[in-house]
Every structure is written in structure tokens, then in C-alpha cells.
């Protein structure tokens, strides 16, 4: 079993960076694919990014270039560094967790979940 904590949202400008995080407790986090999604209101959950217990990324589109996932292992912890943000990435973001070491970009790859934290960009 994983358990995750998500801390870091908040409201921020058009333009402005947040960074938010991800700590993991239970088993072995290291060898845990980890990803970041959010859910705005009235639309489906939505694929932020993700990172491969060996570091590799991969992100959604509407955040290319914006958005950095990484993680230490040695703090059991994920981020996600959030710069030049818009007010359509105003949402509740996401901490999930895979069994497995591949990462993956559908909600029902991962297994377990955080309560998720409020970011909200205002224009």
C-alpha cells in the first residue's frame, strides 16, 4: 500500500510559477512509476505527467514545455514545477502512484491516489 500527500497548490497570476509535491509513504517508493493529473470542474481527469522509476517523462500536451515532473527517492517524494501558468490550468491536481515501473498516461494505469491539492490561476 502507498499512501500520498499532495501539498503546494494555491491561487497564483497568469504567468506565475507553483511548485507542487508529492510525498509517498508504505511500501518502496523508488520502484513506483508516478504521475500528476487534474480535474477541473465539470470535465474528466485529465493526464499532467509522469516519470518512470528511471526517471523518464512524459507530459500532456497543454503542458509541454510549461511543466517539469521529477522526483527523490532518497525523500520519497515527486514534484511538479508549474511555470508560465494559465488561468485554463485551474484545477485540482493529482498525486497517483503505478505498481509498476513504467509510467503511463490513463488514470486506471495507477493504483493509488492522492486527495489532490486546488491550484487556481486567475487572469
Known amino acids: 500500500q502507498v499512501q500520498l500527500v499532495e501539498s503546494g497548490g494555491g491561487l497564483v497570476q497568469a504567468g506565475g510559477s507553483l511548485r507542487l509535491s508529492c510525498a509517498a509513504s508504505g511500501r518502496t517508493f523508488s520502484r513506483n512509476a508516478m504521475a500528476w493529473f487534474r480535474q477541473a470542474p465539470g470535465k474528466e481527469r485529465e493526464f499532467v505527467a509522469a516519470?518512470?522509476?528511471?526517471?523518464?517523462?512524459n507530459y500532456g500536451d497543454s503542458v509541454k514545455g510549461r511543466f517539469t515532473i521529477s522526483r527523490d527517492n532518497a525523500k520519497n517524494t515527486v514534484y511538479l514545477q508549474m511555470n508560465s501558468l494559465k488561468p485554463e490550468d485551474t484545477a485540482v491536481y493529482y498525486c497517483a502512484a503505478r505498481r509498476t515501473v513504467v509510467s503511463g498516461t490513463r488514470t486506471y494505469d495507477y493504483d493509488y491516489w492522492g486527495q489532490g491539492t486546488q491550484v487556481t490561476v486567475s487572469s
Open positions: 516519470i518512470s522509476w528511471s526517471g523518464g517523462r
